[in-house]
């Protein structure tokens, strides 16, 4: 995998086709903060952010055409997942959630039951991701965990773990599942949702992300610099922090030596201990 794309604030995307050694900035039709992108292929792609924006590229991220787009409901979308060039789902704040079949030509706004906490109230919704067996997962405020069998047909609540906010879900090549979040708190479930099991590590800064590459290594990001890596599927995580204390927002793998974190002062090209490399 040779190209890159990250998108920021005043609906910057940066576009890298040397494997994030150089950035061209794309022309997008929004200044509204864009909060996460994704490909369902090589030339089709989403992003979307604040003001309830989403924009579209069919050219790998070269251009982009706005599908979405209302202010008015003050209602942030946080990610965005495609099954193929037709199927998605954006979700964002107070338990946004809308579905496309089209591509994004059309985006209907669906009311989940699930949705209506009487405890907690409409949660915030940071992330989907898709699991084993075709299986849908959501994430987001106050602990809500959630998973659908049918492609959001229908949605199930999973155990709290905890009622902290998670800000995402790393589903692991054995099909396990990692949920981070506030002040370092990371949960794993083997049992695709059932149950979970707290994984204590020695930090209290938020995690935000999280990444597996190839080898089995996993890489987790968050706020102040924090960086954790495991290689036995998350049971456990090494912990290193960068002394220039950057919150993080991503990561992902480059190669098996070395990978790209975004977050505060742009991209970092650094190695598996997170940090710059020269």
Same mark, same amino acid.
């Given at each position: 995998?040779?190209?890159?794309?990250?998108?920021?604030?005043?609906?910057?995307?940066?576009?890298?086709?040397?494997?994030?050694?150089?950035?061209?900035?794309?022309?997008?039709?929004?200044?509204?903060? !864009?909060?996460?992108? @994704?490909?369902?292929?090589?030339?089709?792609?989403?992003?979307?952010?604040?003001?309830?924006?989403?924009?579209?590229?069919?050219?790998?991220?070269?251009?982009?055409?706005?599908?979405?787009?209302?202010? /008015?409901?003050?209602?942030?979308?946080?990610?965005?997942?495609?099954?193929?060039?037709?199927?998605?789902?954006?979700?964002?704040?107070?338990?946004? @959630?809308?579905?496309?079949?089209?591509?994004?030509?059309?985006?209907?706004?669906?009311?989940?039951?699930?949705? /209506?906490?009487?405890?907690?109230?409409?949660?915030? !919704?940071?992330?989907?991701?898709?699991?084993?067996?075709?299986? =849908?997962?959501?994430? *987001? /405020?106050?602990?809500?965990?959630?998973?659908?069998?049918?492609?959001?047909?229908?949605?199930?609540?999973?155990?709290?773990?905890?009622? +902290?906010?998670?800000?995402? !879900?790393?589903? $692991?090549?054995? *099909?396990?599942?990692?949920?981070?979040?506030?002040?370092?708190?990371?949960?794993?479930?083997?049992?695709? *949702?059932?149950?979970?099991?707290?994984?204590?590590?020695?930090? $209290?800064?938020?995690?935000?992300? *999280?990444?597996?590459?190839?080898?089995? $290594?996993?890489? =987790?990001?968050?706020?102040?610099?924090?960086?954790?890596?495991?290689?036995?599927?998350?049971?456990?995580?090494?912990?290193?922090?960068?002394?220039?204390?950057?919150?993080?927002?991503?990561?992902?793998?480059?190669?098996?030596?070395?990978?790209? !974190?975004?977050? /505060?002062?742009?991209?970092?090209?650094?190695?598996?201990? +997170?940090?710059?490399?020269?």
């Amino acid at each position: 995998m040779n190209t890159f794309v990250t998108v920021g604030e005043r609906g910057h995307i940066l576009v890298s086709k040397d494997k994030g050694h150089s950035w061209k900035q794309a022309k997008v039709p929004t200044r509204s903060m !864009l909060t996460a992108v @994704f490909f369902a292929n090589s030339t089709h792609g989403w992003a979307v952010g604040h003001d309830a924006v989403i924009v579209h590229t069919q050219d790998g991220g070269e251009s982009w055409t706005r599908q979405f787009f209302a202010p /008015e409901k003050e209602q942030p979308f946080f990610d965005v997942w495609f099954k193929d060039a037709q199927f998605g789902i954006a979700v964002g704040a107070y338990g946004l @959630f809308m579905i496309t079949k089209d591509g994004g030509k059309q985006w209907q706004e669906q009311d989940y039951e699930i949705l /209506e906490n009487p405890e907690f109230g409409r949660a915030h !919704l940071y992330c989907i991701v898709e699991g084993p067996d075709h299986k =849908l997962f959501l994430c *987001g /405020e106050s602990g809500f965990l959630a998973r659908s069998n049918d492609y959001s047909e229908t949605w199930e609540a999973l155990e709290r773990p905890y009622i +902290g906010t998670f800000f995402n !879900l790393l589903v $692991t090549q054995q *099909g396990n599942l990692i949920a981070m979040g506030l002040r370092g708190n990371i949960y794993r479930s083997v049992d695709q *949702g059932g149950t979970w099991e707290k994984i204590p590590v020695d930090v $209290t800064s938020n995690i935000n992300s *999280g990444f597996q590459r190839e080898d089995g $290594t996993i890489f =987790l990001s968050g706020m102040t610099g924090i960086f954790l890596r495991s290689q036995d599927e998350g049971k456990q995580f090494q912990i290193f922090k960068r002394p220039d204390r950057i919150g993080i927002s991503s990561v992902i793998s480059i190669d098996n030596q070395s990978l790209l !974190l975004v977050g /505060e002062g742009g991209i970092h090209h650094v190695n598996s201990d +997170g940090m710059n490399i020269k």
